[in-house]
Protein backbone atom coordinates (compact mmCIF):
# COMPACT_ATOMS: atom_id res chain seq x y z
CA UNK A 1 0.00 0.00 0.00
CA UNK A 2 0.93 3.53 -0.63
CA UNK A 3 2.77 5.10 2.22
CA UNK A 4 2.37 8.33 4.40
CA UNK A 5 5.09 9.60 6.66
CA UNK A 6 4.08 11.93 9.91
CA UNK A 7 6.45 13.87 11.57
CA UNK A 8 6.96 13.82 14.67
CA UNK A 9 5.74 10.70 16.53
CA UNK A 10 5.53 12.77 19.66
CA UNK A 11 5.80 15.91 21.14
CA UNK A 12 5.60 17.81 24.45
CA UNK A 13 5.50 21.31 24.76
CA UNK A 14 4.59 23.80 27.24
CA UNK A 15 1.42 25.60 27.21
CA UNK A 16 1.09 28.78 24.84
CA UNK A 17 3.59 27.58 22.54
CA UNK A 18 2.74 26.24 19.17
CA UNK A 19 3.39 22.82 17.55
CA UNK A 20 4.01 21.91 13.80
CA UNK A 21 2.84 18.38 12.22
CA UNK A 22 3.95 16.66 9.01
CA UNK A 23 2.56 15.10 6.40
CA UNK A 24 3.72 13.44 3.56
CA UNK A 25 2.71 11.28 0.84
CA UNK A 26 6.08 9.40 -0.05
CA UNK A 27 5.24 7.42 -2.94
CA UNK A 28 1.99 8.87 -4.54
CA UNK A 29 0.60 12.76 -5.15
CA UNK A 30 -2.54 13.52 -2.93
CA UNK A 31 -4.53 16.15 -3.90
CA UNK A 32 -6.57 15.77 -0.44
CA UNK A 33 -5.33 15.09 3.03
CA UNK A 34 -7.51 14.67 6.09
CA UNK A 35 -6.42 15.39 9.75
CA UNK A 36 -8.57 13.58 12.51
CA UNK A 37 -7.86 13.67 16.37
CA UNK A 38 -8.06 10.66 18.83
CA UNK A 39 -8.51 10.89 22.20
CA UNK A 40 -7.87 7.75 24.58
CA UNK A 41 -10.24 4.93 24.48
CA UNK A 42 -12.26 6.94 21.74
CA UNK A 43 -12.46 6.77 18.00
CA UNK A 44 -10.99 8.91 15.78
CA UNK A 45 -12.84 12.46 14.62
CA UNK A 46 -12.55 14.04 11.42
CA UNK A 47 -10.85 17.96 12.06
CA UNK A 48 -10.84 19.20 8.63
CA UNK A 49 -10.02 18.10 4.88
CA UNK A 50 -6.82 19.76 3.24
CA UNK A 51 -6.98 20.62 0.05
CA UNK A 52 -3.34 21.47 -1.84
CA UNK A 53 -3.81 24.59 -3.32
CA UNK A 54 -6.90 25.60 -2.15
CA UNK A 55 -8.15 26.46 2.02
CA UNK A 56 -8.84 23.72 4.67
CA UNK A 57 -12.29 22.60 5.28
CA UNK A 58 -13.21 22.50 8.81
CA UNK A 59 -15.29 20.13 10.31
CA UNK A 60 -18.24 21.47 13.11
CA UNK A 61 -16.66 22.43 16.54
CA UNK A 62 -13.24 22.70 15.14
CA UNK A 63 -11.08 26.47 15.46
CA UNK A 64 -9.59 26.86 12.43
CA UNK A 65 -7.31 29.73 13.73
CA UNK A 66 -5.94 27.60 16.29
CA UNK A 67 -5.61 24.74 13.85
CA UNK A 68 -3.57 26.14 11.16
CA UNK A 69 -3.85 23.78 8.24
CA UNK A 70 -1.04 23.85 4.86
CA UNK A 71 -1.58 21.64 2.04
CA UNK A 72 1.31 23.80 -0.36
CA UNK A 73 2.17 20.73 -2.36
CA UNK A 74 0.94 17.51 -3.36
CA UNK A 75 2.37 15.70 -0.90
CA UNK A 76 2.88 17.81 1.80
CA UNK A 77 0.70 19.49 4.38
CA UNK A 78 0.73 20.58 7.79
CA UNK A 79 -1.18 20.93 11.01
CA UNK A 80 -0.07 23.47 13.06
CA UNK A 81 -1.52 23.92 16.81
CA UNK A 82 -1.24 27.18 17.76
CA UNK A 83 -1.47 28.87 21.68
CA UNK A 84 -1.33 24.98 22.75
CA UNK A 85 -2.99 24.11 25.94
CA UNK A 86 -3.42 21.05 27.74
CA UNK A 87 -6.52 20.05 26.67
CA UNK A 88 -5.14 19.94 23.16
CA UNK A 89 -3.15 17.37 24.34
CA UNK A 90 -4.62 14.35 21.46
CA UNK A 91 -3.46 11.45 19.32
CA UNK A 92 -2.98 13.49 15.74
CA UNK A 93 -3.18 11.46 12.87
CA UNK A 94 -3.47 12.34 9.05
CA UNK A 95 -4.35 10.51 5.97
CA UNK A 96 -3.45 11.34 2.64
CA UNK A 97 -5.81 10.06 -0.60
CA UNK A 98 -5.40 7.66 -3.52
CA UNK A 99 -6.85 6.05 -6.11
CA UNK A 100 -7.33 2.26 -6.51
CA UNK A 101 -8.80 2.02 -9.54
CA UNK A 102 -11.84 4.14 -9.43
CA UNK A 103 -11.97 4.11 -5.30
CA UNK A 104 -10.26 6.58 -3.67
CA UNK A 105 -8.25 5.34 -0.25
CA UNK A 106 -7.15 7.10 2.49
CA UNK A 107 -3.72 5.61 3.55
CA UNK A 108 -2.74 6.85 7.26
CA UNK A 109 0.37 7.97 9.01
CA UNK A 110 1.67 6.57 12.44
CA UNK A 111 0.31 9.74 13.88
CA UNK A 112 1.63 12.27 16.10
CA UNK A 113 1.32 12.10 20.23
CA UNK A 114 0.76 15.38 21.50
CA UNK A 115 1.10 16.33 25.63
CA UNK A 116 0.56 19.77 26.60
CA UNK A 117 2.16 20.68 29.91
CA UNK B 1 -22.94 7.27 4.32
CA UNK B 2 -24.94 4.20 6.09
CA UNK B 3 -24.15 3.44 9.87
CA UNK B 4 -22.76 0.28 10.53
CA UNK B 5 -22.82 -1.79 13.84
CA UNK B 6 -20.11 -3.46 14.89
CA UNK B 7 -19.79 -6.02 18.03
CA UNK B 8 -17.63 -4.28 20.82
CA UNK B 9 -15.15 -6.92 21.20
CA UNK B 10 -14.34 -10.46 19.89
CA UNK B 11 -11.31 -12.91 20.84
CA UNK B 12 -9.78 -15.37 18.72
CA UNK B 13 -7.20 -18.07 19.40
CA UNK B 14 -4.08 -17.85 17.44
CA UNK B 15 -4.07 -19.61 14.16
CA UNK B 16 -7.96 -19.71 13.88
CA UNK B 17 -9.97 -17.81 11.58
CA UNK B 18 -11.00 -14.55 12.29
CA UNK B 19 -14.50 -13.66 11.30
CA UNK B 20 -15.18 -10.03 12.18
CA UNK B 21 -18.99 -9.21 11.24
CA UNK B 22 -20.37 -5.54 10.01
CA UNK B 23 -24.19 -4.68 9.73
CA UNK B 24 -24.79 -1.82 7.23
CA UNK B 25 -29.01 -2.50 6.48
CA UNK B 26 -29.17 1.06 5.06
CA UNK B 27 -26.34 0.95 2.70
CA UNK B 28 -27.31 1.85 -0.73
CA UNK B 29 -26.16 0.77 -3.91
CA UNK B 30 -22.87 3.04 -5.09
CA UNK B 31 -21.73 3.27 -1.33
CA UNK B 32 -18.56 0.74 -1.04
CA UNK B 33 -17.86 -1.14 2.15
CA UNK B 34 -13.84 -0.80 3.67
CA UNK B 35 -12.31 -1.63 6.62
CA UNK B 36 -9.67 -0.71 8.24
CA UNK B 37 -8.05 -1.51 11.33
CA UNK B 38 -5.92 0.12 14.31
CA UNK B 39 -3.22 -1.48 16.57
CA UNK B 40 -2.87 0.20 19.68
CA UNK B 41 -1.12 4.12 19.42
CA UNK B 42 -0.89 3.70 15.72
CA UNK B 43 -2.74 5.57 12.67
CA UNK B 44 -5.53 2.88 10.72
CA UNK B 45 -4.55 0.55 8.42
CA UNK B 46 -6.40 0.37 5.34
CA UNK B 47 -6.94 -3.45 4.66
CA UNK B 48 -9.76 -3.82 2.02
CA UNK B 49 -12.60 -2.72 0.43
CA UNK B 50 -15.83 -4.15 -1.68
CA UNK B 51 -19.02 -3.32 -3.39
CA UNK B 52 -21.12 -6.07 -4.23
CA UNK B 53 -18.57 -9.19 -5.17
CA UNK B 54 -15.91 -10.98 -2.17
CA UNK B 55 -12.86 -9.85 -2.16
CA UNK B 56 -9.37 -10.94 -1.54
CA UNK B 57 -5.91 -9.59 -0.81
CA UNK B 58 -3.13 -10.61 1.18
CA UNK B 59 -4.77 -9.50 4.33
CA UNK B 60 -8.14 -10.73 4.44
CA UNK B 61 -10.93 -11.56 2.45
CA UNK B 62 -14.24 -9.56 2.81
CA UNK B 63 -17.60 -11.14 2.22
CA UNK B 64 -20.47 -9.36 1.22
CA UNK B 65 -23.89 -10.85 1.51
CA UNK B 66 -25.99 -10.93 -1.70
CA UNK B 67 -28.37 -7.92 -0.09
CA UNK B 68 -25.48 -6.55 0.92
CA UNK B 69 -27.34 -5.69 4.29
CA UNK B 70 -24.13 -7.12 6.09
CA UNK B 71 -20.74 -8.38 5.38
CA UNK B 72 -17.67 -10.08 7.22
CA UNK B 73 -14.18 -9.86 7.31
CA UNK B 74 -12.45 -12.58 7.79
CA UNK B 75 -8.72 -13.25 8.66
CA UNK B 76 -7.54 -16.69 7.87
CA UNK B 77 -5.08 -17.46 10.30
CA UNK B 78 -4.98 -14.45 12.74
CA UNK B 79 -1.46 -13.91 15.06
CA UNK B 80 -0.86 -12.19 18.15
CA UNK B 81 -0.21 -9.19 15.90
CA UNK B 82 -3.32 -8.94 14.71
CA UNK B 83 -4.78 -7.94 17.56
CA UNK B 84 -6.43 -4.31 17.33
CA UNK B 85 -9.51 -2.30 16.81
CA UNK B 86 -11.61 -3.10 13.28
CA UNK B 87 -13.36 -0.55 12.09
CA UNK B 88 -16.36 -1.33 9.30
CA UNK B 89 -17.17 2.00 7.23
CA UNK B 90 -19.53 2.68 4.61
CA UNK B 91 -18.69 4.92 1.87
CA UNK B 92 -20.51 6.67 -1.15
CA UNK B 93 -18.32 6.36 -4.18
CA UNK B 94 -16.96 9.94 -5.08
CA UNK B 95 -17.02 11.32 -8.44
CA UNK B 96 -13.84 9.54 -9.72
CA UNK B 97 -10.93 11.83 -10.96
CA UNK B 98 -13.49 15.01 -9.35
CA UNK B 99 -11.93 16.79 -6.29
CA UNK B 100 -14.77 15.53 -3.53
CA UNK B 101 -12.89 12.73 -1.81
CA UNK B 102 -15.14 11.40 0.69
CA UNK B 103 -14.26 11.25 4.74
CA UNK B 104 -14.39 8.56 6.30
CA UNK B 105 -16.38 8.32 9.31
CA UNK B 106 -14.84 6.16 12.13
CA UNK B 107 -17.68 4.78 14.97
CA UNK B 108 -16.13 2.44 17.35
CA UNK B 109 -15.37 -0.41 15.56
CA UNK B 110 -14.59 -3.87 17.08
CA UNK B 111 -12.08 -4.93 19.52
CA UNK B 112 -10.33 -8.24 18.51
CA UNK B 113 -8.11 -9.71 20.52
CA UNK B 114 -5.69 -12.86 19.49
CA UNK B 115 -5.16 -15.20 22.38
CA UNK B 116 -2.39 -17.83 22.46
Known amino acids: GAVVSQHPSRVICKSGTSVKIECRSLDFQATTMFWYRQFPKQSLMLMAT?????????EQGVEKDKFLINHASLTLSTLTVTSAHPEDSSFYIC?????????????FGAGTRLSVL | DAKTTQPPSMDCAEGRAANLPCNHSTISGNEYVYWYRQIHSQGPQYIIH???NNETNEMASLIITEDRKSSTLILPHATLRDTAVYYC?????????????????FGQGTILTVHP
Open chain 2, 50 to 52: GLK
Open chain 2, 89 to 105: IVRLLPYAGGTSYGKLT
Open chain 1, 50 to 58: SNEGSKATY
Open chain 1, 95 to 107: SAVTLSGVVNIQY
